[in-house]
């Protein structure tokens, strides 16, 4: 009973944090570092949409398996219920939106398949635990010293570029943005992404430190008789 208590509270609470981000998202404050319970919208209009916790009706089916595009009411699908409910027509739906781009079947089918490992229950279980405050956000960050890309689509219907632009300017890390990607670039744009990746960390790993060896030029004269073995200091050995 006690643990039921405290899921419910928790629910309770994320329910809370989420209506309180959807009225940012509308009034255009939300603040777009780090994860956040609630998905950011691109604009206004898919905020306007997103009801989290009260059961939706209604939807029609993804048009997405027969490669049609969806419109922005269908993101009344990010609700716990149509999770539970429909969760396949809601992956359908979400996934069309992490590609975007054209000719995106084959990602788009891939993603569907892992999404289907798990369930929307599972899903809805983890948008109930609470989220980093901005402040905590910003420490993170601070505590990183490596270098790091960032790379961002302009068309990122998940999440909005400026998150990306905070992140990078946070860490000190340098942001390439790709004209025309979506959310997951790194599996729609592989090639691409591998040679930004190849690039940066070229430009930024350490050089080597030079080694030398020391050969000697002559072996010594063995005695007669003697069996000859090469002296450790005609060996080769590191500087």
């Known amino acids: ?76 699908k990010y609700n716990r219920q149509y999770w539970q409910d429909h969760y396949e027509d809601f992956l359908w739906f979400f996934l069309g939106q992490c590609f975007p781009e054209p000719h995106s079947t084959k990602p788009i089918e891939d993603a569907v398949g892992w999404g289907l490992e798990t369930t929307g229950a599972v899903l809805a279980a983890e948008y109930d635990s609470a989220d980093p405050d901005r402040r905590t956000l910003e420490q993170w960050c601070a505590r990183i010293t490596s270098p790091m890309l960032v790379i961002h689509g302009t068309d990122d219907r998940i999440s909005p570029l400026r998150r990306s632009e905070l992140l990078a300017e946070l860490t000190g890390g340098e942001l390439v943005v790709i004209d025309g990607g979506g959310h997951i670039p790194l599996a729609r744009d592989p090639v691409q992404v591998n040679l930004l990746i190849h690039e940066f960390t070229e430009r930024v790993r ?34």
Request: no cysteine; aromatic share 4%.
């Open 1 to 76: 009973l006690g643990r039921g208590v405290q899921q419910r509270s928790a629910g309770g609470r994320a329910a809370e944090h989420h209506r309180a981000q959807a009225a940012e998202v509308r009034r255009g404050t939300q603040h777009v570092v780090g994860p956040s319970l609630a998905l950011t919208p691109f604009d206004r209009e898919r905020g306007d949409h997103i009801v989290f916790e009260e059961p939706v009706s209604g939807l029609a089916p993804s048009r997405v398996p027969q490669l049609g595009r969806d419109p922005a009411a269908d993101w009344a």
């Open 206 to 239: 350490p050089t080597p430190a030079p080694s030398r060896q020391h050969w000697a030029r002559w072996e010594p004269v063995a005695a007669p008789g003697a069996v000859h073995q090469l002296p450790d200091r005609a060996r080769a050995r590191p500087a």
